[in-house]
């Protein structure tokens, strides 16, 4: 059963604390991406990978690290330097020869 | 100015009608544009994308593509309630990646 995998669906943390959510795929998709949604927002980007071993921010990445040790998975980290991190995250893939990206189900973080 | 604009809504149509879903972008480089629709607490998902001028129709849902105005729009015929969702427009810039539009929120009424 193929997709992308976005785990918790929820999660709750006190301020301070770091947390990482995981996105793994099975679609052997090259490139994946971390969204942030805001209520009444749109999508924005915070990484992107577009192969293994290798990431580039985007346009809020602060307060936010990536790893990309697998092609199956990218791990999102909030800090405790993310001012506010409490949001909808989600994860997408894209296969290497198109522009499509594909969504998984999202993590919703609350900080308080 | 937003690179992706789309208008503002909420729309809210009768059951049968033609919903019509605005976006407009100011980088003319870009070259592929998506539709995602997204319910209320759940993740966006892909109904259309379309990358030559002109119309491209898919079931009850057309995306149609206008470069030189920097203009794309999303048709949705005999629209039912299940169409009543958060409509997402996105365009690609560098490396792939897509920028997206705030949204249009649709209700269709019974």
């Known amino acids: 059963d193929g997709g992308i995998t976005q785990s918790p669906k929820y999660l709750f943390r006190k301020e301070g604390q770091n947390v990482t959510l995981s996105c793994e795929q099975n679609?052997?998709?090259?490139?994946m991406y971390w969204y942030r949604q805001d209520p009444g927002q749109g999508l924005r980007l915070i990484y992107y990978?577009?192969?293994?071993?290798?990431?580039q921010k985007g346009d809020i990445a602060e307060g936010y690290s990536v790893s990309r040790e697998k092609k199956e998975s990218f791990p999102l980290t909030v800090t405790s330097a993310q001012k506010n991190p409490t949001a909808f995250y989600l994860c997408?893939?894209?296969?290497?020869?198109?522009?499509?990206?594909?969504f998984g189900p999202g993590t919703r973080l609350t900080v308080t | 100015q937003k690179e992706v604009e789309q208008n503002s809504g909420p729309l809210s149509v009768p059951e049968g009608a033609i919903a019509s879903l605005n976006c407009t972008y100011s980088?003319?480089?870009?070259?592929?544009f998506f539709w995602y629709r997204q319910y209320s607490g759940k993740s966006p998902e892909l109904i259309m994308f379309?990358?030559?001028?002109g119309d491209k129709e898919d079931g009850r849902f057309t995306a149609q593509l206008n470069k030189a105005s920097q203009y794309v729009s999303l048709l949705i015929r005999d629209s039912q309630p299940s169409d009543s969702a958060t409509y997402l427009c996105?365009?690609?810039?560098?490396?792939?990646?897509?920028?997206f539009g705030s949204g249009t929120q649709l209700t269709v009424l019974p």
């Open positions: 679609l052997n998709h090259d490139a």
């Open positions: 996105a365009v690609t810039g560098s490396a792939r990646q897509l920028t």
């Open positions: 990978s577009q192969i293994v071993n290798d990431f």
């Open positions: 980088d003319r480089g870009s070259q592929s």
């Open positions: 379309i990358y030559s001028n």
């Open positions: 997408a893939s894209r296969p290497g020869n198109s522009y499509e990206q594909y």
